[in-house]
Nanobody, 128 residues
Framework: QVQLVESGGGLVQPGESLRLSCAAS????????IGWFRQAPGKEREGVSF????????YYTDSVKGRFTISRDNAKNTVYLQMNTLKPEDTAIYYC?????????????????????WGQGTQVTVSS
């Protein structure tokens, strides 16, 4: 059974850090590029970050550049999102998604339709 499972969310204060994990089962994560998305209440799901199969290409939405870092460990079938200096506006449910399309890259990684598999999400709340 193909599955993506996110973990690592929680309640933190502004300025603190969290590391999210996205673990894959039922398929080899190394064959897929991975995107992290988030959805805040009343808002559309938006792309946060992307990492290519090899990890050689990474992209971020402007609001998280310099604060978030995406990485992957293909041997562990896991992708990570290190989130530092968290802000209240980072509060959302965070999802990871996998795409096998070779054409997904800098110009279109935010398009949700490009992703075949999605996790169930993990809640991140940043509040004092």
């Amino acid at each position: 059974q193909v599955q993506l499972v996110e973990s690592g969310g929680g309640l933190v204060q502004p300025g603190e850090s969290l590391r999210l994990s996205c673990a894959a089962s039922g398929f080899a994560l190394e064959d897929y590029a991975i995107g992290w998305f988030r959805q805040a209440p009343g808002k559309e799901r938006e792309g946060v970050s992307f990492i290519s199969r090899s990890g050689g290409n990474t992209y971020y939405t402007d609001s998280v550049k310099g604060r978030f870092t995406i990485s992957r460990d293909n041997a562990k079938n896991t992708v990570y999102l290190q989130m530092n200096t968290l802000k209240p506006e980072d509060t959302a449910i965070y999802y990871c998604a996998a795409t096998g399309h070779w054409a997904v890259g800098r110009d279109n990684w935010r398009r949700r339709s490009k992703y075949s598999y999605w996790g169930q999400g993990t809640q991140v709340t940043v509040s004092s």
